[in-house]
């Protein structure tokens, strides 16, 4: 059986490119934002006001999405350009969101599947530090340690929110050899639809760019790994988003505590 894929909005009113097309021949039913709908399946890009999505809240949505494909491989889905007709998103804003696709996914567009980077090892560990965090005697344990937790013939590092801890752990990986695979925030890329722009040096950025890296990142990871402060909104905002990505875990490294690995808490798991 072929299941279309829409995007939607968080209201569940299909009007309009993919989302009418999914209302109107494949069973999408209105009111209903998320999940499997007659034959097709709808993922939000849009908000209940019809705004964007940031890409960190486009992303848990995709990663179900991802999971429901992976637990269903005798269907196959059909996917178009999600969020990028109506939430006018640029393809590669979006695209890299899908990493890990099963078979059963097939991708309308060649070019935004061409945009969905390849993964390299089984274990991705993303890194992220708050700025603060400055216990280097801690640090250097938990890279140690780290030998014994994974495999690392088969394990790449994904820095980013890279304070000291970050900056350590990308020094350790070169030293012991390990594929590093890094997202770099756009600054300029002024085009996405909630993009916080802002004057730097009299050029305009994207202040917002950092939030759309560590989505990125978060897409390609398989596990995180955080060192905090307890002082930055930006780390809390990480973690949260981190719950509802299905990583395969979570582990935490507080300036004061003792390291604390826990399973990720997945919200989206309603389909």
């Not at 960190?56 to 990028?84: D, M, Q, W």
Request: glycine share 8%; with cysteine.
């Amino acid at each position: 059986m072929s299941i279309f894929v829409f995007g939607s909005n968080e209201n569940g009113r299909h009007v309009g490119g993919s989302a009418q097309r999914a209302r109107e021949s494949y069973g999408a039913v209105d009111g209903q934002a998320y999940g499997r709908q007659g034959d097709s399946f709808g993922i939000p890009t849009r908000d209940k006001r019809s705004g964007s999505l940031s890409v960190s809240k486009v992303l848990p949505y995709v990663r179900g999405f991802l999971e429901y494909a992976k637990s269903n491989p005798n269907e196959t889905f059909e996917v178009p350009n999600i969020g990028c007709g109506q939430a006018k998103y640029p393809t590669d804003f979006i695209a890299p969101l899908f990493v890990g696709y099963t078979p059963n996914v097939k991708f309308i567009d060649q070019e935004f599947q061409s945009l969905i980077p390849p993964t390299v090892a089984k274990t991705r560990l993303m890194v992220a530090s708050s700025k603060e965090f400055g216990d280097h005697e801690k640090l250097w344990s938990i890279a140690e340690k780290l030998t014994h937790l994974y495999d690392l013939k088969d394990f790449e590092l994904v820095p980013a929110m890279e304070g000291l801890g970050g900056r350590l752990m990308s020094g350790w990986a070169k030293k012991k050899n390990i594929p590093i695979h890094t997202f770099k925030p756009q600054w300029t890329r002024t085009d996405s639809p909630t993009a916080s722009k802002k004057v730097s040096n009299g050029n305009e950025i994207n202040a917002a760019a950092i939030y759309d890296k560590n989505a990125w990142s978060l897409a390609y990871a398989t596990d995180l790994l955080v060192f905090d402060d307890y002082a930055s909104k930006e780390v809390k905002g990480l973690i949260a988003t981190a719950g509802q990505s299905f990583l395969n875990s979570i582990l935490y490294i507080g300036s004061s505590e003792q390291t604390q690995q826990s399973r990720s808490i997945n919200q989206n798991t309603s389909y």
